[in-house]
């Protein structure tokens, strides 16, 4: 079971051993920062009502093009491009409208297929730091509120809940024999992480 960012970060580094340590499976590796840089610093105008909660995990963990649990952890694939470069492209090009992502001040911070992963700066619906799993939708250019679900109550939980996600995924019979009892041991571990309840429906 993973409880902490140290656990998620042993748990990726054994993924990508087990993977064979081959360079074109780096995007399932999550390493903690040598030097922790000050993300915050560089997300200066509207980037920086993004969440302390969320500064406080890019400061210390490099998640760029990050593949996790069926997420992408950056708001878009590559590993090139810096987080916050990628963070500034998605505010200033938004997927959906920007009265929409305003109205909820969502930012974009990664993606599950089609769908978005947003933070939120606090409104009256959402707390601050919330992490947000915005669907696609069938119009784009008119999304619901019914298309947001939430997911975890900040981001170090969203990761950690993503990666014992994605452990008990993996132990899932081919013909899904025993898919009823991984979904209650992922849902225990959610019990155990002391993860309030309001957040279990997106994930199974």
Same mark, same amino acid.
């Given at each position: 079971m993973i409880n902490t960012l140290q656990d998620l970060v042993k748990f990726t580094d054994n993924l990508f051993k087990e993977l064979g340590a081959k360079e074109h499976f780096k995007d399932v590796l999550i390493n903690f920062k040598v030097d922790e840089e000050n993300e915050q610093g560089k997300l200066n105008g509207p980037l920086s009502a993004l969440p302390q909660t969320y500064c406080n995990v890019i400061k210390k963990l490099d998640i760029t093009g990050v593949l996790l649990g069926g997420f992408c952890l950056s708001p878009y694939s590559l590993k090139k491009?810096?987080? =916050?470069?990628?963070?500034?492209?998605a505010f200033d090009d938004?997927?959906?409208?920007? =009265?929409?992502m305003d109205k909820h001040r969502m930012y974009q911070v990664g993606s599950c297929n089609t769908d978005l992963i947003c933070v939120t700066a606090g409104t009256e619906q959402f707390t601050n730091g919330e992490v947000l799993l915005v669907e696609e939708g069938f119009d784009i250019y008119n999304p619901q509120d019914a298309q947001i679900h939430l997911l975890a109550k900040d981001f170090e939980q969203f990761l950690i809940i993503a990666g014992n996600f994605d452990q008990v995924r993996s132990e899932i019979n081919e013909d899904e024999s025993n898919y009823a009892e991984k979904k209650e041991e992922f849902l225990d571990r959610l019990k155990k992480l002391k993860v309030d309840e309001k957040y279990y429906s997106a994930w199974w």
């Open positions: 491009e810096k987080i =916050e470069g990628q963070l500034r492209k938004p997927f959906f409208p920007k =009265e929409f």
